[in-house]
């Protein structure tokens, strides 16, 4: 045998992998998953009729042009086809933005802390990161993403709200800062969670793009929509971008059995649209007993909250997951929670309050 091995790509090494959110432990006692800011409804039934009827024919490859589900989207936003995009999962979606903008040598600006796929995509396509520490309230620091912009940048990110906090930036603070970014550059607006938001004051991204050609708003359906299984997600942009999306597509990435499902989600959405309203009901109900308790929470717009627990995150974490929910622990950080069954958010405030109480 020989004793070299296949060369590699030098940016590989010290990329973090990808962590996904753990799921609850099998055998243990009542056991809720927290930590993947998944739906936790299942399936609409006329969603997975849907679903089911399209699985007799997966032995044909998929529209690779997502026709059906490009035209719902079309006429659901008010957008051309042209300025329309379809990808695996919104992450899929937004690796295709960074290889479509940046190589080595050039620089992907974006929060930290923020969605842990930023750092990933970047260095896998060879470019640098340049992370920009949140404000002390835990919010994106625009003026100081403004400053770090430099004859290199070529693509921000803004994850809004922000993974893992729940904050937002709202529109007059957004405006002034796609005033200030150089046209050259493009602006990436993650709205993953935009179906949660309550607070009219964030502007929706795809009302921002129109009249900006370097603005990009990424979507999906995933959480709110309820198919993270599937993996399907979209961007809105301007004609050069979307094109671009379509040629750093992998070939029939988004399943048939994903294309129906997302249609037949668009035409529910009333319905899922509702359980989102039950799950910032829920939101509010969760923030507001933490509060109660004396914890300090970030105002979150998603389906999660924050606490900044700095040492103490790994014991809070495991605290948690005694008592029957799993959650997200980022070492020396904090947690990130995942509003979820009635029954998990409860467990999940009681053991807080024990915690607390311990302090
Ligand atoms: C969950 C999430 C996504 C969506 O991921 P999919 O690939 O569409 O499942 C995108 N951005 C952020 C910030 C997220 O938290």
């Known amino acids: 045998m020989s004793e070299t091995s296949p060369k590699l790509r030098a940016e590989l090494e010290g990329i973090p992998t990808y962590k996904p959110g753990r799921p609850a432990a099998a055998g243990g006692p009542v056991a809720y998953k927290l930590s993947s800011n998944e739906n936790p409804y299942p399936p609409l039934p006329g969603v997975m009729e849907t679903v089911t009827a399209a699985v007799s024919s997966f032995n044909r490859y ?139 004051e964030v502007p929706d991204g795809v009302t921002l793009y129109r009249d900006r050609p370097n603005v990009c708003v990424l979507r999906t359906f995933s959480k709110a929509y309820g198919l993270a299984g599937l993996r399907v997600g979209f961007a809105i942009a301007h004609e050069p971008v979307a094109a ?46 933490l509060r109660a308790q004396g914890w300090t929470v970030p105002e979150t717009q998603a389906n999660f909250v924050w606490l900044r627990l700095g040492e103490r995150t790994v014991d809070f974490a495991a605290a948690c997951e005694q008592a029957g929910v799993v959650i997200r622990p980022f070492p020396g950080e904090g947690v990130r929670v995942t509003v979820g069954e009635c029954e998990a958010n409860d467990i999940f405030l009681k053991t807080a309050e024990g915690f607390r109480k311990e302090l």
Request: net charge negative; with cysteine; glycine share 8%.
């Open 244 to 289: 671009a999306l379509r040629k750093t597509a992998v070939p029939f990435g988004v399943s048939q059995l994903a294309q129906e499902a997302a249609i037949a989600s668009l035409r529910a959405e009333d319905e899922l649209l509702g359980r989102v309203g039950s799950l910032v009901c829920e939101r509010n109900r969760v923030v507001d007993g």
């Open 62 to 200: 998929p529209d690779m042009a997502c026709t059906g589900l490009m035209n719902e989207l079309s006429e659901r936003f008010g957008v051309p086809l042209a300025h329309l995009a379809t990808g695996t999962g919104s992450v899929g979606v937004a690796q295709q933005l960074v290889q479509a903008t940046s190589g080595p040598g050039d620089e992907v600006v974006y929060a930290w802390r923020s969605f842990e796929a930023y750092p990933i995509i970047t260095r896998i396509s060879g470019a640098t990161a340049v992370q920009v520490p949140l404000t002390e309230g835990d919010v994106h620091d625009l003026d100081a993403m403004v400053d770090a912009i430099t004859d290199r940048t070529r693509l921000i990110f803004v994850c809004n709200p922000n993974n893992p906090t729940g904050t937002v930036v709202r529109r007059a603070e957004l405006e002034r800062f796609l005033d200030r970014v150089p046209g050259d550059v493009l602006v990436v607006l993650d709205e993953a969670y935009r179906e949660f938001i309550r607070d009219a």
